[in-house]
T-cell receptor, first 115, second 114 residues
């Protein structure tokens, strides 16, 4: 158990819909990262939050947005869903914001299926 | 643009033998490299890492080698055990402004056979 909790574990929804994925980081971790893993693809970095502030953006679509709340949990919002958005979405957390991140702890992921 | 590449999608090794997983990168600004292991239905877990100022790091059965001139790193598992069967991701740390991010490869599925 990494200490990172993601909910829900599975999600099936229709095209055009909007969903919210939730992540609770490890106790004490201020950084939260979101990654997407599509079929046969590596982990694609989406976005990084540190203590409530956005720190870095990766290949995140405009239809996607995220935020980190004062209690440090994070939500990833996916809207106008397309079939190609079907993927595993991972959240990871770590202690630091920059430079000294040497390890991130991953949750079990949310499997999103868009039908 | 895939900055971190794992060109072998799968590898099969006999129990007790050495497993060698390879990873190539293109960005010379990466300063830290990590290997993660992933079992089905679980998130990736950290395995071993190496700083760009070193060329080798060893932890038990796992050794990571870094060749900066070739922009290549490899993970050696000796001896391989059936429990090592998993997908292994190579990752590299780089900076975006003042924040760091990990760039992952596509993974290599290792199967250790009896």
């Amino acid at each position: 158990d990494s200490g990172v909790t993601q909910t829900p574990k599975h999600l099936i929804t229709a095209t055009g819909q909007r969903v919210t994925l939730r992540c609770s980081p490890r106790s004490g971790d201020l950084s939260v990262y979101w990654y997407q893993q599509s079929l046969d693809q590596g982990l694609q970095f989406l976005i990084h939050y540190y203590n409530g502030e956005e720190r870095a953006k990766g290949n995140i679509l405009e239809r996607f947005s995220a935020q980190q709340f004062p209690d440090l949990h994070s939500e990833l919002n996916l809207s106008s869903l397309e079939l190609g958005d079907s993927a595993l979405y991972f959240c990871a957390s770590s202690v630091a914001a920059q430079g000294v991140d040497t390890e991130a702890f991953f949750g079990q992921g949310t499997r999103l299926t868009v039908v | 643009d895939q900055q971190v590449k794992q060109n072998s999608p799968s590898l099969s090794v006999q129990e007790g033998r050495i497993s060698i997983l390879n990873c190539d990168y293109t960005n010379s600004m990466f300063d830290y490299f990590l290997w993660y292991k992933k079992y089905p239905a679980e998130g990736p877990t950290f395995l071993i890492s190496i700083s760009s100022i070193k060329d080798k790091n060893e932890d038990g059965r796992f050794t990571v080698f870094l060749n900066k001139s070739a922009k290549h790193l490899s993970l050696h598992i000796v001896p391989s055990q059936p429990g090592d069967s998993a997908v292994y991701f190579c990752a590299a740390r780089g900076l975006i402004g003042t924040a760091s991010k990990l760039t992952f490869g596509t993974g290599t599925r290792l199967q250790v056979t009896l």
